[in-house]
């Protein structure tokens, strides 16, 4: 059961322009506690953008947005973070040459003593714990990020995100490159994030993978808010049209 109360994100009249290019037009969009929407369009429809509003990366060039019922100025991906918001990006943004419990903490490192030395034992321990919560296959915590298969990098990235958010996971195209056994995987770990209360936005292009994740589905074309629908009440054939146009 999840409790759907106030909008974990409501997205007000958000735009956004490159120079001359308008990305996106006239967007608002709630996200609640313990939901799941996907955010569907063709290539370059504004997907990305949107996301990276959230998370800080880009300023809207106008409109507003509001975490738990507080507009905030996400002026940053970290000031994102404190709200509580984290996000997978398609590039995973893990630092490669470092093991894999330094990714866990990149940035939010344990530490310990009047010196603040790193606690290693205890982010080891953390993230051994925590790999294998969410069933991620790795050698070990100590094995360096790109020594790992996709799939397995991808693990860690998810397993980051759902480790640190407080109250919304974005994910860009989590499963793009992965496998079958590997995509049920993720699919697991971001339908349990409903059981925590946090809200999720997922961009995807398999419209399977919508249909099996998503509360609601969003459509955008050509940065612009083509409707809304509840998974439940809808099908492939019109999510499809929403998106093409035709
Ligand atoms: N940094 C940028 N500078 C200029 N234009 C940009 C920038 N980022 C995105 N755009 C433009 O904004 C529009 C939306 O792009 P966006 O990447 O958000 O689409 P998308 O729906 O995520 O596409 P895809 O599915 O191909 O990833 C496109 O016209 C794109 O060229």
Known sequence: MTTQSAPVLALNNIRKTFGGVVAIENFSLDVKAGEIVALVGDNGAGKSTLIKIISGVHA???GAIQIDGHEISMSSATKAREHGIEVVYQDLALADQQPVYMNLFLGRELTKGPMGLLDRKSMIEETERLVTELDVRIPSAHATIRDLSGGQRQG????R????????????????ALG???TAKVEKTIAALKSRNIGVLIISHSLDQVFRLSDRICVLRRGNQIGIRETAK?????????????
């Open 60 to 62: 809207p060039t106008s």
């Open 156 to 159: 860690i990235a998810i397993a």
């Open 161 to 176: 995100a759902t480790h640190w958010a407080r109250k919304l996971v974005l994910l860009d195209e989590p499963t793009a």
């Open 180 to 182: 079958v056994a590997e």
């Open 234 to 246: 809808t099908d492939k054939n019109e999510i499809v049209s929403m998106i093409t146009g035709v």
